[in-house]
């Protein structure tokens, strides 16, 4: 391998492009794949090109890569992954989720060990603190969680009509529970082993889309923790934000604010660390771990095909949940 890999970007939507341009950054030669010719025109325009593809396979047939990543719509994570993997086992990125079911996800256990997955909250600075802060006990034993994210679908691409977004159809993969999944990732990376979840997963807004746009879900654990956590596409101003309360204080990660916030006195005292890193470093970090993986300086990812699985585990019995009315049972 040159000390610039080749690497080939599936999806040059919102999230290829970013990961292109982050890559080429970094050092790297790109080419692009997406069945949308305006979108591999507009991809271009960012850099240059090694190669440019409306078909995997036809890319796969005619060039050898160093790595690729997979950025397009969730219901293609799980086929695209197989189809290049079983063709060029070289290291992927995949952005979340890892499929649309963890039944679906499964079929993924087999290429293991060539998979990164880009839940990249965990690459994000304020995230890792608060997180350290959880884990050391900075607000004694932890008995609670609320995890919000609340932001209007329209606002996310003005540049495009959100009904074409696919995020708007359910057999891409689209809507509140799959996408914002992210939550669900950052529960179980803070504190594993559900045992219990009781959710709704609705459309509940006036949107013009066919996938959901409200979850509320309660989740709790063999150990007595509670986590409320709350997703929807219609809030406005956007809130994302996680408070966890712990016997001796309360902690706060505030996306808006950029900060994270810790306090155990009886007023209003907190204790602020703020942050001037901005969204795209979360993309470059992830963007610089696959590099290692590449490379082989890193030899095992840090978010993983089990941690994809665990994630849609949750996901699936959320709908159950919401289509039964009832509390669905996990193994914990």
Known sequence: MTESPNILVVGA??????HAQNLRNLGCRLSLVDPRQDRL????CQGATVGSFTDLRAA?????????????????????????LERQRRWVLCEKPLGVTAVD?????????????????RWWPPIQAFRRKLLSEAIGRLRGMRFVMSAHLAD????????????????????ALLDESHFIDLMLWMHAGPSKIYAQVEKVSDLDIETDDNVEAVVSFPDGVRVNMHLDLIGRPHERSILAVGDKGTL???YEEN???????????WNIERYDCERNEMFVRVGQEFLALVKGSTASPSCSVRDGIAALEVVDACRESSRSGKAVLLDG
């Open 105 to 121: 996800a499964r079929r993924l256990e087999a290429f293991s060990d060539r998979i990164l997955l880009g839940y990249t909250y």
């Open 60 to 84: 796969l047939d005619g060039s050898e890569f160093d790595g690729f990543v997979i950025a397009s719509p969730p219901a293609l994570h799980v086929p695209q992954a197989i189809a290049i």
């Open 259 to 269: 900060a994270v916030k810790v306090s155990g006195e009886q007023k209003s005292v």
């Open 252 to 254: 706060v990660y505030s």
């Open 156 to 175: 996310w691409h003005p540049w495009e009509n959100y009904q074409g977004f696919f995020m708007a159809n359910r057999e891409l993969g689209g809507g």
């Open 41 to 44: 025109e507009e991809a271009s």
């Open 13 to 18: 939507g919102s999230a290829g492009k970013r």
